[in-house]
C-alpha cells in the first residue's frame, strides 16, 4: 500500500472552516513526518472528481475535510475503495462526529486518527427516490423538519441561525398533519398520519438534536422514529424533551429498528444529511457495514 495520505477539503464548509482546518490537518501530518497530498473542491461536483483522483493513487488513508455533506457526497467513491476515512469534522452541524466520538473543533487531533486511528466499519444509509439513489450517514428527515430545512435553505435572508428560526416560525404556522402511508421491511404499507418520520442511522441531525435518540451506526439497522400529528403549542412543547433525547417514551411518538423503509405522501420533501434528495415518496434502506472510518481506540469495543 502506498505510504501517502490523501486530503480531500471542502474549504467552503462551516462557513470558511474547511478551508482552515485543511490547512491546520496538513501542517498536523507533514510535521509527524507523512507524506500528503492534497485535494480542494471548489463544488460538490468538484469535489467528487476529485475523491476520484485521490483514491486512484491508493493513499494509505483519505481525510476528509468538511461537514457531513461533503463526506456524503463522495459515499459512491470512497464506500467501493478499500481505503479507510479520517474525517476532520469543519461543518456546521457535525452529526457523524458526534456519532463516532471524533475530535471536533480540533483538526490536528482529528487528522491524527490516519496514523494512529483504529479501522471501524459503520452503515451507510441509501435513500431511492425518482430522482435517483443518494447514501447519506446520518438521518433522512421527511415531513415537518425537512420542510423546515427547505425553507431555510430557500430563504436569502436573515444569515446565520436566525434564518433557520425564521424557517421554522414559517412553517409552524403552515403547520399541517401529512398523510403519510409507511412500510416497514417486508410489511404491507399502512396509513401513518403524522408529523414528521425521521430514519436515521445515527442518533442526531442539525448539530445534535438526538431525534434517533439511540441510534448506532454499526448495527446494522435504521431507527424510525415516527410523531403523530400534533398541533403548533404541542409541537413547541414536544422540542424540549427532543433536545434532551427523551421525547421517544412519549405516547405521540413512535419508535421502531428496520432494514428497509418506504414512506409517502403528498408534498413529501425528503432530506439526508442537510441535503435534499427528493419528494414525494423514497425508499429508505441500509448498507450494513458499507464504510470504515478511523476513530479513536478507545471507541471501538
Not at 62 to 76: A, C, E, M, P, Q
Request: aromatic residues 4%.
Amino acid at each position: 500500500m502506498a505510504e501517502h495520505i490523501a486530503v480531500l477539503a471542502n474549504p467552503f464548509s462551516g462557513k470558511g472552516r474547511g478551508g482552515r482546518a485543511a490547512e491546520e490537518a496538513v501542517l498536523h501530518l507533514r510535521a509527524r513526518g507523512t507524506d500528503v497530498r492534497t485535494y480542494a473542491g471548489g463544488s460538490a461536483a468538484d469535489t467528487a472528481r476529485l475523491a476520484v483522483a485521490a483514491l486512484a493513487d491508493e493513499p494509505r488513508a483519505l481525510v476528509v475535510v468538511g461537514g457531513d455533506g461533503t463526506l456524503s457526497g463522495v459515499l459512491d467513491t470512497v464506500c467501493a475503495a478499500s481505503v479507510p476515512v479520517v474525517l476532520v469534522a469543519a461543518g456546521t452541524g457535525n452529526d457523524l462526529a458526534r456519532a463516532l466520538g471524533l475530535p471536533r473543533g480540533d483538526a490536528a487531533a482529528a487528522a491524527e486518527l490516519a496514523l494512529t486511528g483504529v479501522p471501524h466499519a459503520i452503515d451507510v444509509g441509501q435513500v431511492r427516490t425518482a430522482d435517483g439513489i443518494r447514501k447519506f450517514l446520518t438521518i433522512a428527515a421527511l415531513g415537518f423538519d425537512a420542510k423546515v430545512s427547505d425553507r431555510t435553505n430557500r430563504l436569502r435572508w436573515p444569515h446565520g441561525a436566525p434564518r433557520y428560526y425564521l424557517a421554522l416560525l414559517i412553517e409552524l404556522v403552515r403547520l399541517r398533519p401529512m398523510t403519510f402511508r409507511l412500510a416497514v421491511d417486508d410489511g404491507a404499507a399502512v396509513s401513518a398520519p403524522g408529523t414528521l418520520i425521521a430514519v436515521g442511522s445515527t442518533s442526531s441531525y442539525g448539530g445534535g438534536m438526538p431525534i434517533c435518540a439511540g441510534a448506532l451506526p454499526d448495527d446494522g439497522l435504521l431507527d424510525v422514529v415516527h410523531v403523530a400529528p400534533l398541533g403548533r403549542l404541542r409541537l413547541l412543547r414536544l422540542f424540549p424533551l427532543l433536545l434532551r433525547g427523551t421525547h421517544l417514551t412519549r405516547p405521540e411518538v413512535g419508535h421502531r429498528r428496520a432494514r428497509t423503509v418506504t414512506v409517502s405522501a403528498p408534498g413529501l420533501v425528503v432530506y439526508a444529511d442537510g441535503e435534499r434528495i427528493g419528494e414525494d415518496e423514497c425508499t429508505v434502506s441500509v448498507l450494513p457495514s458499507a464504510l470504515t472510518m478511523m476513530v479513536p481506540g478507545e471507541s471501538d469495543e
